[in-house]
């Protein structure tokens, strides 16, 4: 038998468990995987929001809402569609998405710094939409993503401090 030819075959045999595909883990596999390394559950601190039924459920539509909006931004903002993105985000996030939303319905049910903080969120989704139309004409596409950053920082700190029930 040729020496190569012998060679070869040894190196493919010693190889061959290398370039076999990782284990694919179902999702439940996944989850029980995640949770054998997980300590103690942390304790949700958040300040409960009592709103009545109706509006409870209005303010999470709306917020369903705002995730897929922001999703869709960032799909608008990688085409490169950016006069689309900033008139998306004005209609459902920014200020003039306000009575669209029934802001001045759940409003009153909100603290001071949760509202403050939706506040922030709409017109921080405005100064998005302008900077989305700045790419459209310079190119800074940065300039949109940090803007849209500062959109979904607002989502951040009012779901890290606030629950409604």
């Known amino acids: 038998m040729n020496p190569r030819f012998v060679t070869g075959w040894v190196l493919f045999l010693l190889l061959l468990p290398l370039m076999a595909p990782a284990q694919q883990h179902t999702p439940m596999q996944h989850e029980r995987m995640n949770a054998e390394h997980m300590t103690a559950p942390m304790s ?3 300040q409960w929001v009592k709103v009545p039924e109706v509006l409870r459920s209005h303010m999470l539509a709306n917020m369903r809402d705002h995730l897929k909006t922001l999703n869709r931004l960032h799909g608008l903002l990688g085409s490169g569609r950016f006069e689309e993105a900033a ?3 004005e ?3 920014g200020l003039a998405s306000l009575q669209l939303h029934g802001a001045s319905r759940i409003g009153p049910y909100m603290p001071k710094r949760m509202a403050e903080i939706g506040t922030g969120m709409h017109k921080a989704a405005s100064r ?3 900077a989305a139309r700045d790419a459209a004409v310079n190119g800074n596409v940065s300039a949109a993503l940090n803007a849209l950053a500062d959109v979904t920082a607002q989502c951040v700190a009012c ?3 606030y629950r409604v029930q």
């Open 44 to 46: 949700d601190e958040r």
């Open 87 to 89: 008139d998306l985000a």
């Open 91 to 93: 209609q459902r996030l």
């Open 128 to 130: 998005f939409a302008l």
């Open 159 to 161: 779901h890290d401090g």
